[in-house]
């Protein structure tokens, strides 16, 4: 491994020229593991994030209440026994801050510190024709010249806020995806959480009992389904550990990269059989109930309707409420089709009585004011503190705030701005040896345990730059015909489901402008990982090498 350093004199002054086979961007799940496997090959590379450690989504999310909700042992990397082994975890679905330590036990055990450069942002990679490498620009002024790119941002890390007036508030304002390290003062004050996502229901059940006040703004009420979170001992832990084998063969064949699968036809069973396999999903406090119930969830109105009214049931059971139940209780999309959040007495926390719901659904935040928030019916709500649970440009987002440009300097933000294509989530066409990780087209946070994705498309691209290394070959990419035939192949399965006729982040609709597609892959893990050996068992066939 050779990493060359040169400095030239700009018209800024002397700056720094890094020579690398490959650039990481990002040193999340994705990133800490390609760098690895990179590494593993003998290549120069180096990993580049914006945050002060490793983390990625686990550095950033770390405002009150963060936790996985993929249970723990399946949320690990599986290509290691030793490494699996070594850490124990608390808890079924543990939170931030033993995230955290857990991504910094990955980094120490497989010593990537080293080769991770920390508090730096890529502003511009553009791929220069005449050498074939490309030109990765940074924000401390650094340029680095290598032959791959490979982009490991996370499908959920551009956060998305488009409210006007926020620089003039005077209070603390904070978005979830960039909570700070510091303590946040939260005691008594009157506080105002926008957004009820997966995000903001658990800053919401967690804040309430600690603020003099809040108020949750509403617009789109969510399906929920309650957390059973046991505290896990030794014995626990060698219990799941004991399954790392089994694991290992499972997660990457089934339909969402978890555990559980569907196992069940709905026209096989009686009406009280269904509902007997509905009741023990949602009695196993988790997201089995999403992932593995009923697959035709997703595709039949009549099986969704039904499945969507039982948990309409089991919340209106608990609210009692009938104003409550109409802020907070879906009634115009089906269940499974958004993001599933699962909860700890979220629908208690509105029973509160320092604890308000403001609907915003037909009265939107019009702007935030030096003192609060101002609805379009010209209420002011008085507030010391504004979070803002208000999700993110997925998928597209990361890469879109970075100016990458391709072949004749063509620009993946403007390309996307008109239409969001890829090939298989792993390439774009008119971008050679850039390689992509939880982009759009791919499985991802949408219908997959992101772990089992993540490492796949990691492996993938590591498989394939051995390939070209070991052929001579300088440069990959897909054909246009290719991408136009995976566009169409995924168009037409997502197009088939419920989630394509719901208006969601799913399909990028929470972004004005954004073009509309859903964003996730909706055939499978297992079957988009068939896809992709198939790939590459024939030699790439579809791209374009020399």
């Known amino acids: 491994m050779t990493e060359a350093v040169t400095r030239s004199n700009g018209s800024n002054g002397a700056h720094a020229t890094t020579k690398l086979d490959a650039v990481v961007v990002g040193a999340g799940v994705a990133g800490l593991y390609q760098l690895f496997r990179l590494r593993e090959q003998g290549l120069s590379v180096k990993a580049i994030d914006a945050g002060s450690s ?5 550095y950033w999310n770390r405002y009150p209440g963060a936790r996985f909700d993929s249970e723990a042992y399946i949320y690990q990397y599986l290509f290691s026994e030793e490494l699996y082994k070594g850490w124990s975890w608390s808890e079924k679905f543990p939170g931030q801050p033993e995230i955290e330590r857990w991504l910094n036990y990955v980094a120490d055990r497989l010593e990537l510190h080293r080769d991770i450069q920390f508090d730096t942002a890529v502003k511009s990679a553009h791929f220069d024709e005449a050498t074939q ?4 620009m940074t924000d401390q002024g650094e340029t680095i010249d290598a032959q791959f790119l ?25 978005h979830t995806a960039r909570w700070p390290k510091g303590p946040i003062e939260l005691a008594g004050k009157r506080v105002g959480v926008i957004g009820n996502g997966a995000t903001g229901i658990q800053v919401i059940q967690t804040i309430a009992g600690e603020v003099g006040h809040l108020k949750v703004f509403v617009r789109t009420p969510q399906y929920i389904i309650p957390m059973k979170n046991p505290k896990w001992d030794a014995a626990d832990a060698e219990a799941y550990k004991s399954k ?15 555990e559980f699968d569907f196992e069940h036809a709905w026209a096989d069973l009686t009406p009280q059989q269904r509902r007997q396999v509905i009741e023990d999903c949602w009695n196993d406090g988790s997201l089995k109930l999403w992932i593995s119930s009923f697959g035709e969830l997703f595709f039949d109105p009549v099986v969704n309707a039904e499945i969507s009214e039982f948990v309409r049931e089991k919340m209106r059971d608990r609210l009692k409420d009938p104003k409550l139940c109409e802020l907070l209780i879906p009634a115009d999309y089906g269940f499974g089709t958004h993001r599933v959040p699962l909860e700890s007495n979220f629908l208690e926390t509105f029973h509160r009585p320092n604890v308000e719901i403001v609907s915003v659904k037909n009265d939107p935040i019009e702007s935030v004011t030096p003192t609060g928030i101002q609805t379009a019916d010209g209420t002011r709500h008085e507030l010391d503190v504004i979070i803002l649970a208000t999700g993110f440009d997925a998928g597209t987002g990361a890469l879109t705030r970075i100016d990458i440009r391709g072949c004749n300097g063509r620009s993946l933000k403007e390309e996307w701005s008109k239409d969001i294509r890829t090939m298989m989530g792993l390439q774009v066409h008119g971008y050679p040896n850039l390689f992509t990780t939880a982009v759009p087209l791919a499985p991802s946070a949408a219908l ?17 730059i051995r390939y070209l290394r070991g052929k001579n070959l300088n440069v990959i990419e897909p054909t246009r015909d290719t991408e136009d035939q995976w566009v169409a192949h995924h168009d037409e399965i997502a197009n088939a489901t419920l989630i394509a006729k719901t208006n969601s982040w799913y399909l990028g609709s929470n972004v004005a402008g954004k073009p509309r597609r ?14 992709c050996d198939e790939v590459a068992a024939s030699g790439y066939s579809g791209f374009a090498t020399q």
């Not at 490498?133 to 990765?136: A, F, K």
């Not at 290992?248 to 978890?258: D, I, V």
């Not at 997959?448 to 394939?464: P, R």
Request: aromatic share 16%.
């Open 54 to 58: 490793v983390g990625g989504t686990w």
């Open 133 to 136: 490498r490309w030109l990765v």
């Open 150 to 174: 490979v982009t490991c941002c996370g499908m959920l890390s551009a956060p998305y806020v488009s409210f006007p007036g926020q620089e003039a508030f005077k209070g603390k304002l904070f």
């Open 244 to 258: 790392f084998k089994f694991l290992t063969e499972r997660l990457p064949k089934t339909f969402t990269g978890f």
């Open 448 to 464: 997959c345990n992101m772990t089992t994705c993540l490492q796949q498309q990691v492996e993938w691209i590591a498989d394939c």
């Open 518 to 531: 859903v964003l996730s892959y909706c055939g499978g893990v297992g079957a988009y990982r068939q896809k």
